[in-house]
């Protein structure tokens, strides 16, 4: 039986990226040269080069349709995500649908479906059930997907995100430095989504690791900084102790809360988190923050996925670097 083509072959033979040879067969020659074009379209008659069945079958249903299903719309990281998707589609001739999913598993499942109706090419999914087997009806319909910001136990798509745990046990390690006894986690329900897992498995190993003291306080869905207020007139600040916060919303309630309580960042405790979007450098005396990158975030997803829908690819786990900001709420 003859040996099958891949693209990466292709790639090798014409001297250029995999990503190139991808945008090649998409149509999409935006600064590509005419030399360029015409190496890669003679190694792909010499090489007899076909893509995959999947993607021939793409091509004659194509709808040059992406569906991005986004967990939390009023989430300001999704906005800067949706921006990043829609930039690196500009030029590829694909447009874009977008779901908001209102992280409920039943808006999720009715997304799915209305994408599958519109017969899109290929989809980013944020998703928010936990379970692989939720998405049946996309592995049925065997469309190329792509993960973004949340991984799925036992799949086989690619996932493009932060480094959460790397980046949060860095930061425990820096408020260990600092001399703090005891680190609070302040996050939405845990649960199995795993960004959340990961940056809690972050502090609590880089707490461990440093024999500092390690709590955890989860958010309910209502009067989210009364559960801050309530636990701090049980609990006293009689260790030196920071605050942690899983993302921008707890980042808010954790200063709703001091506030209310007339504690004074870092005179009485410590405050930092993860996912300001800036709004924690303006206020006094600023505070630490980490800072991911949905916009290479996006780019990269886009890019596999583009390359995922002319061929099959090997799945995963791709984490984009996020940044500490070091200022003086520590």
């Given at each position: 039986m003859k040996k099958s083509i891949t693209i990466q072959e292709v790639a090798n033979r014409a001297g250029v990226s995999k990503t190139t040879i991808s945008?090649?067969?998409?149509?999409r020659y935006d600064n590509m040269s005419l030399k360029?074009?015409?190496?890669?379209?003679?190694?792909?008659?010499?090489l007899d080069y076909r893509p995959s069945k999947q993607a021939q079958g793409l091509k004659l249903r194509k709808s040059s349709l992406i569906g991005l299903l986004i967990a939390d719309i009023e989430n300001l990281y999704s906005?800067?995500?949706?921006?990043?998707?829609?930039d690196a589609l500009s030029d590829t001739g694909y447009q874009m649908i977008i779901m908001n999913t209102?992280?409920?598993e039943e808006e999720e499942q009715k997304a799915i479906q209305k994408l599958l109706d519109q017969n899109v090419d290929g989809i980013l999914?944020?998703?928010?059930?936990?379970?692989?087997?939720s998405f049946k009806m996309i592995t049925d319909a065997d469309i190329p997907t792509v993960l973004v910001d949340r991984s799925l136990d036992k799949s086989h798509w690619t996932?493009?995100?932060?480094?959460?745990?790397?980046?949060?046990?860095?930061?425990?390690?820096?408020?260990?430095?600092?001399?703090?006894?005891?680190?609070?986690?302040?996050s939405e329900p845990i649960g199995n989504i795993s960004p959340r897992v990961e940056r809690y498995e972050g502090i609590k190993f880089g707490a461990l690791s440093k024999d500092l003291l390690f709590e955890v306080i989860e958010l309910s869905s209502k009067n989210k900084s009364n559960t801050i207020i309530n636990y701090l007139k049980k609990e006293s600040l009689n260790k030196k102790t920071a605050f942690f916060a899983s993302n921008g919303n707890a980042l808010y309630e954790i200063v709703v809360a001091l506030n209310q309580l007339d504690i004074i960042f870092p005179r009485d405790c410590g405050v930092c988190g993860y996912d300001d979007w800036f709004w924690a450098e303006l206020i006094t005396p600023g505070i630490t923050t980490i800072h991911q990158d949905p916009h290479r975030i996006g780019k990269r997803a886009?890019?596999?996925?583009?390359?995922?829908?002319i061929e099959p690819q090997q799945s995963e786990k791709i984490e984009i670097a996020a940044d500490i900001h070091l200022r003086k709420s520590l």
């Amino acid at each position: 039986m003859k040996k099958s083509i891949t693209i990466q072959e292709v790639a090798n033979r014409a001297g250029v990226s995999k990503t190139t040879i991808s945008r090649y067969l998409n149509g999409r020659y935006d600064n590509m040269s005419l030399k360029t074009k015409e190496r890669i379209n003679q190694i792909i008659e010499e090489l007899d080069y076909r893509p995959s069945k999947q993607a021939q079958g793409l091509k004659l249903r194509k709808s040059s349709l992406i569906g991005l299903l986004i967990a939390d719309i009023e989430n300001l990281y999704s906005a800067y995500l949706i921006k990043a998707t829609q930039d690196a589609l500009s030029d590829t001739g694909y447009q874009m649908i977008i779901m908001n999913t209102n992280n409920s598993e039943e808006e999720e499942q009715k997304a799915i479906q209305k994408l599958l109706d519109q017969n899109v090419d290929g989809i980013l999914l944020q998703p928010v059930s936990t379970c692989l087997d939720s998405f049946k009806m996309i592995t049925d319909a065997d469309i190329p997907t792509v993960l973004v910001d949340r991984s799925l136990d036992k799949s086989h798509w690619t996932v493009v995100q932060s480094d959460n745990f790397k980046v949060t046990k860095e930061l425990t390690h820096e408020i260990a430095n600092k001399g703090y006894e005891k680190i609070i986690l302040v996050s939405e329900p845990i649960g199995n989504i795993s960004p959340r897992v990961e940056r809690y498995e972050g502090i609590k190993f880089g707490a461990l690791s440093k024999d500092l003291l390690f709590e955890v306080i989860e958010l309910s869905s209502k009067n989210k900084s009364n559960t801050i207020i309530n636990y701090l007139k049980k609990e006293s600040l009689n260790k030196k102790t920071a605050f942690f916060a899983s993302n921008g919303n707890a980042l808010y309630e954790i200063v709703v809360a001091l506030n209310q309580l007339d504690i004074i960042f870092p005179r009485d405790c410590g405050v930092c988190g993860y996912d300001d979007w800036f709004w924690a450098e303006l206020i006094t005396p600023g505070i630490t923050t980490i800072h991911q990158d949905p916009h290479r975030i996006g780019k990269r997803a886009v890019s596999i996925l583009l390359e995922e829908m002319i061929e099959p690819q090997q799945s995963e786990k791709i984490e984009i670097a996020a940044d500490i900001h070091l200022r003086k709420s520590l």
